[in-house]
C-alpha cells in the first residue's frame, strides 16, 4: 500500500481542487511535499507556486482560502484531489469562481466566459 504521493518521483505534483458540495472543478495547482505537509498539518490547502517559486497559501492576499474536506491521490500517486469548501466564493485570481470559466465551442471555436465574477482582481490584488 503506498504511503502517499510520490514526491521523489515527481517533486511537483498537479492538484484538481473541486468543490466539496457541488463537485465543481475549481482550479489546477502544484504541491511538493512541503505544502502537502502543511496541508494537511492545517486543514487549510497550500500549494507551490511554480511561477513564484515559493509555498503559496491558497487565500493568503485575497481571503477566498480552501478548507481542505477530503485529499486524494491517484493509482499512480502522481495526481492529487482536494475536496474542499471554497470559502470567499472564487477560487480563481482573476475573481472567477471556478479557473474553468471560459468554454470553447468546438464548431465554431468561439469562446464564452461562464458564471459572473465574484469580485474585483485589481481591487483584492492592487494590480
Avoid at 466539496?20 to 502544484?30: C, E, F, H, N, P
Avoid at 504541491?31 to 511561477?51: D, I, P
Wanted: proline share 4%.
Amino acid at each position: 500500500m503506498s504511503e502517499g504521493p510520490d514526491f521523489e518521483k515527481m517533486p511537483l505534483i498537479p492538484v484538481i481542487a473541486q468543490d466539496s458540495a457541488s463537485g465543481d472543478v475549481l482550479m489546477l495547482a502544484y504541491m511538493n511535499a512541503e505544502s502537502y505537509e502543511e496541508t494537511l498539518k492545517t486543514g487549510h490547502v497550500c500549494y507551490f507556486s511554480r511561477s513564484r517559486h515559493k509555498l503559496w497559501r491558497k487565500g493568503e492576499e485575497s481571503g477566498n482560502v480552501q478548507k481542505l474536506h477530503g485529499l486524494y491521490f491517484d493509482c499512480d500517486a502522481d495526481t492529487i484531489l482536494v475536496k474542499v469548501d471554497q470559502i470567499g466564493g472564487a477560487a480563481c485570481h482573476t475573481g472567477f469562481r471556478s479557473c474553468f470559466y471560459r468554454k470553447v465551442d468546438p464548431e465554431t471555436r468561439g469562446i464564452a466566459e461562464q458564471g459572473e465574477r465574484v469580485f474585483d482582481p485589481k481591487v483584492v490584488y492592487g494590480k
